[in-house]
């Protein structure tokens, strides 16, 4: 695994027809926020300049000091979901960060 974070080049957000496991997701957060969300998955994928190889030790990836807890990969970076337009206003500005994660650990190490 490189010692360095990989090296974002860009972001792209857009929205996208919910699956029925999304559907589920976006009635939860409804629930748990209070708030009617709209019947989206805005979907956020960063272009990696170079997409770093699957190792027993991964990378965290946050947007700020948020982290997002779930991601997956695509042929030129990492893209994950969004359910709450909120987010976007939340933060914006903020920057994305990956950090290394240990092969038997659920707390990063901060680089």
């Known amino acids: 695994m490189p010692s360095t974070p990989p090296r974002?080049?860009?972001?792209?957000?857009?929205?996208?027809q919910p699956t029925d496991?999304?559907?589920a997701a976006i009635t939860r957060l409804s629930q748990a926020t209070g708030r009617d969300l709209p019947p989206v998955a805005y979907l956020v994928k960063i272009q990696l300049?170079?997409?770093?190889?699957?190792?027993?030790?991964g990378w965290a990836l946050y947007v700020g000091n948020f982290r997002i807890p779930k991601y997956w990969e695509y042929?030129?970076?990492i893209y994950f979901k969004v359910y709450d337009?909120?987010?976007?206003t939340d933060h914006a500005g903020g920057r994305c960060?990956?950090?290394?994660?240990?092969?038997?650990?659920?707390?990063?190490?901060?680089?």
């Open 8 to 16: 974002a080049v860009a972001v792209e957000a857009a929205a996208s």
């Open 85 to 88: 337009p909120q987010f976007f």
């Open 21 to 23: 496991a999304d559907n």
């Open 75 to 77: 042929k030129d970076g």
């Open 49 to 57: 300049e170079t997409v770093p190889e699957a190792t027993s030790s």
């Open 97 to 111: 960060v990956s950090r290394r994660m240990g092969p038997n650990s659920s707390r990063p190490a901060w680089y």
